[in-house]
């Protein structure tokens, strides 16, 4: 099952990478890469972190230059493409890191670059048509915006939902989805798939990266997966499977993905009592975590978690409530406090909130906790790194060095880096949001893990994740939320899709 | 963006009121009209600088220039005796390669536009200085162009036709802006140019394009002056308009971040500070304050308008509340 | 109850010391015309754009009559001619005789450069090489000052090297003299044309410690320009008398409107003249001057 | 960082050598003297500057403020008969004043700094003038401060204490910007305010401790330049030395998008630009050309410094390729 591409019978290729390679400044991030796409079929990219997924994706899209090897379509070869020839070549690109306007609106985003105009010289735009030809894509999807809300307005996984529907617009023959779904729940997830299906059927070929593996064997015709740069192996459609696929990623078999918690929840550490958020000021929410407990907090995109969250966490106000920790009311006002109280949150959008593109990922990690590494006021960059290392070490980031900028990471790698700079810290409440999108599953084993050795040593976690089946095996307790409220609590025995689904639409399970 | 549209014409509107009852002659004829016609004068370039200033750049240059092409405008009708549309299209055309140069610089050569525009304050300011010697070039008694001062200080119904320049401009950049595909663009490579250039966006020819535009209505601001003042003095003409523009921009709703901004606010912007201006000679305020009225009630205008938006969103925060209960 | 008093307004060009003095005249004269409203106007900034806009200004606000110190006579002519037509205008400090103002009252500018030049002559026997200072090199009362003062040491082994600007940056006019006294070691002898210049030449020679080695010529009173006079550090300052500017300017303007016309004589110049002072009449001077402004 | 500063410094030695060669008397002690004098006034005020630019902010009210306390300093002393070393800590104190109302009305009022530091430039400046009324406020003839005439205007084996005052005001805020827990804090800050945030920054407290220390620093350069002209005529001290000490700040490397910038590289930047005014003058350059001069030198030297930048960039990639091949 190794190599050889002619498994398939499938219509002839028109498009092919012949022995593509990338380097960056000392690293070979793509390496004779040979790799051919024909009509109609979907292909699932799979790798680690890092392994040059988007990488080559982008190469395709037209983003990059790559540093050797040709591109040919339709039996053209070319040395490199640019994003304009890529687009006209018929190849649509669904970015992993969101390219959107927020200063503009849906419809404006969707068709940037080519908008319907009116006759004549001045080119000007046809906003009806505009919005007219939207429309259509919106439904397509069942999104829950229209061709006029402002991208400010709308959350991360929106606006992953209007990268998609960009891309739809494009009539293309190819379309690229750099981890589409990596901050989608699962209906949305659902939705899309059969969106993937009804592109196949009409003859466009899909490239589908995604570290939620279980994607891929519902929607791949054949699954190329990268490791290191360089192709490492392929699976036709029977034999996709969880087991075969990670075992090429990382090279072993992945030990059991779900760790169980070695002691038995002690008292509530964070209790929040009747808390009301600024996006639903209507409802209020109570919970509390216990000392050693994973509470996992599901429910549908827009359900008001990440609100909750930041609001714990002292970013958005509480309109009313109040949060204790240890039994003891707290004011929260400024993540300062927060932190002061030993709740760290590792946020949603790790771009923009999470960390500092552009400083090293040694400064990242210290920087919460910077006096720490400092003496009279002046930092010690010995100790800033040190600190740093051993953490690189701990969490397995794969960067030459922690002198490396946090933008030349992997989207995987950063968030281990977000993880890193608050584990340095001995946290009592740790909130993830998301803390997995964009994760590998070999590194998504050692979050895992690592969550439950936090958990273990006492720490109490409350982790909000649209991933179902994350939240199903980390979880002590779930918790669901639906449009601001919470719909209801599941222990152990009552978990199972069906039944964080009901209650994540508002219905009961009972 | 349209509302903040509203607050500051509601700023203008109560300033002007107060000025209006303690002296009733700002509403007079002649002063709107002189008024008017300054807002005309500085509208011009300041929308020019509103371009720039969405792509996320910046035009520092636009008093030297309108010093520079003021004196060449002047010297080659009076010291070369050129036919003036020969030299007014000249001058444009000049408007149009140091908007080019511009662009190139801060595109091609990756140069920060602060230091490209900052040199070309300092380089054609000195241009202009050195070329008279410091010298004043000027209209001299006696030398008339009926036409050419119709068209640019005349008045038709007693509105100045600077003003009205103004107008037809500001009308024609709306619909550049806000209608056309090259405004789209220009919002989102002020925005975030990366992902322009990830959408097909060529991000270089629309912030060249922001610089020459730029430059051509300083161009004519410059020819403006020149016939309004009809003398210039090259050390002092234009010096501090850079901020002017800047701050009309700025009060107009363009974040000096890029990607925000539009055409109203900036003539709106324009004609605030053209009132303030107007309100300190009109008042018999000492004009050693004039400069602190002017800043005072920029500070206050917009520090209400924030305000006021805030107490907005706090009271649809409360009507949420209540209907809990 | 303010418009019921006739108004009228003294209007300068950029903010300087020097404009104190007119408006202490100014303030005399309206002891001595209580049914009119002196106003005395400064631009925000010395440009001719924005001076005619301020008169504009008044005009519109209802203002009688203006005296104007223009930033540029000569090319503001039809400016004038706008104002001139709609309220009566005179002109002082600098002249723009092709304008249909009613007079000019104020000095001659040339005739000053010729007693700083007389000064120069006296002072330095054996000839020299003189360096200039002043704030705008273009405008026209620094070039006939210029001009007056190369008329007056024509021929007598004296040079003007040079003329430095400085756009009124008082640090700048300090460097400039600093750098002088840097790259130029032949000068030995400076001219301050604007009534900054003088103190900046007198810092500067201070802190290099060559007070008396230098000849200097000033022009106008600024304190440090007087003193530097009586300690004889100065060859001597040329003054004008704004003094008499303002007083005599505003009741010009007032028996003007009352229909007196016999001030204005006939060649429509009123010229107040400039003296030079020295260490034998500079004590003389200030006391004058004191007496003026009532201090 | 480090290279920019090299590149900066090298255009300096060539621009020195340039001018040493053509008149020798540049390296003269006195020369050298009074070009450090200015250096050390131009240069506090820049390093002020730059900290308020890392944070991604502007501060335009810097040549205001060096009017406003200029004037009541010398008034205070000269009129109110204060002692100095009161007037001078009043005058920090103002200046602390001055930079917590900028940082507040940023941070807790949420407003542009280019709107809050632009009503400041007005609003000073109309102060300053209206305190005086438009008149001058100078130590008159013969008042003599011996120690603090020492301690500003003063030398020390020929070099001017405003220098050494910029050496050792360097060096602190070198230590604050680039090795202290607050240095860092500001970096991140002005890279990405969120998630400094996010972090457990305050970051409202750095960016008003930014515009405290530029108000500090500009009070303390207000008071150097009091001394240094002995008088100050309101309505001109100060004009447009906002615009120098910025450029100092971006020349030096700063990005007015924040987050970028050294204290090593404004000082240089103020030494480049200080150089430049002097060859003017010590050239015998026409002063009408002064401006014309410093804005092609800066052009020419950041742009040959770019070119040489990806000149660099591209052999060590070449070298790449090879190596992979
Ligand atoms: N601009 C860059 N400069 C330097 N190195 C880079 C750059 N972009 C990517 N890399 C490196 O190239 C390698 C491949 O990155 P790539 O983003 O293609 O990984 P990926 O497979 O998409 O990972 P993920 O699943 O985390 O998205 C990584 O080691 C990354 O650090
Ligand atoms: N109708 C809406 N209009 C504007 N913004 C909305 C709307 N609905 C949701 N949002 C955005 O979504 C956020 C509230 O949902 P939140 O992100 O807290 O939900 P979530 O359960 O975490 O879902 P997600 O998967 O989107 O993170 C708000 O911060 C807001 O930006
Ligand atoms: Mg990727
Ligand atoms: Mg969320």
Known sequence: MLAGGSILKMADPFFRLADISKSYAGLQAVQGVNFAVSSGEVIGLVGENGAGKSTLMKIIGGVIEPSSGTLEIDGVQRKSLTVLESMRSGIAFVHQELNLFDNLDVASNVYIGREPLYGGPFRLVDRKKLNADVQPLLDRLGVDFTPETMVSDMSIAQRQLLEIVKALSLNSRLVIMDEPTSSLTLIETDRLLAVVAGLKASGVSVIFISHRLNELTKCADRVVVLRDGCIVGELAKGDISHGAMIRLMIGRDLKALYVPPAARPGEDVLKISNVRTTVYPTQTVSLSVRQGEILGLAGLVGAGRTELARAIFGIDPLLSGSVAVNGKAIQVDDPRQAIGHGIFLVPEDRKRCGLLLDISIAENIALPNMQACASGGLVNDVIVAANAERQRERLHIRAPNVDQEGSSLSGGNQQKVVLAKWLAMNPRVLICDEPTRGVDVGAKSELYEMLRLLADSGVAILMISSDMEEVIGVSDRIAVMHEGMISGFLERAEFSEHNVLRLAVGESIH | MFKKDIGLLILILVVGTVVAVINPLFLSAINLGNTANLVGLFGIFAIGQAFVIITGGIELSVGSIIALLGVLFVDLIVGHEMAWPLALVLMLVLGVVIGLIHGLLITRMHMQPFIVTLCGLLIYRGAARFYTQDGTAGFGFGVSLPQLEWLTTGRTFGVPHSFMALIVIACLMWVVLHRSVFGRYLYAVGKNEEAARYSGIRTNRVIIAAYVISAILTAISAIFFAMYTRSISPSSHGNFYELYAIAAAVLGGCSLRGGEGSIVGVVLGTVLLQVLQNLVNLLGIPSSLNFAVMGSVILIGVLADQQFAEYRKRKSEAAGKISTA | ?295
């Open chain 3, 1 to 295: 109850q303010a418009q019921d008093k006739k108004q009228l307004a003294f209007v300068v060009n950029a903010a300087s010391d020097f404009w104190k003095l007119a408006e202490a005249g100014v303030k005399k004269a309206q002891g001595e015309l209580p049914n009119y409203e002196l106003q005395f106007k400064y631009p925000a900034q010395g440009t001719a754009a924005l001076q005619n806009a301020l008169m504009d200004d008044l005009v519109a606000a209802g203002t009688d009559a203006i005296m104007i110190s223009s930033v540029d006579p000569k090319t503001s002519v039809d400016a004038f001619n706008r104002i001139a037509a709609q309220v009566p205008l005179f002109t002082t400090d600098s002249d723009a005789p092709d304008s249909n103002r009613i007079a000019y009252l104020g000095s001659s500018n040339t005739d000053a450069g010729v007693q700083a030049g007389e000064i120069a002559v006296g002072a330095l026997p054996n000839g020299g090489k003189c360096m200039g200072f002043v704030g705008f090199l273009g405008a026209d009362n620094a070039k006939e000052r210029i001009a007056g003062f190369k008329k007056a040491i024509e021929g007598k082994g004296i040079e003007l090297v040079d003329t430095r600007g400085d756009d009124v940056d008082f640090a700048r006019a300090r460097s400039n003299v600093d750098d002088v006294l840097a790259a130029n070691p032949e000068i030995n002898c400076m001219v301050g044309f604007y009534s900054y210049n003088p103190p900046k030449i007198y810092e500067a020679l201070q802190a290099a410690g060559k007070l008396g080695a230098i000849t200097v010529i000033a022009f106008d009173e600024d304190p440090i320009t007087l003193g530097a006079v009586k300690d004889g550090s100065f060859a001597g300052t040329v003054v004008q008398q704004p003094f008499e500017w303002g007083y005599q300017g505003m009741k010009l303007m007032a028996a003007y409107m009352e229909g007196d016309k016999s001030g204005v004589p006939e060649n429509k110049l009123i010229i107040v003249p400039t003296k030079i002072i020295n260490k034998g009449n500079v004590d003389q001077f200030e006391a004058d001057l004191k007496a003026a402004i009532g201090k």
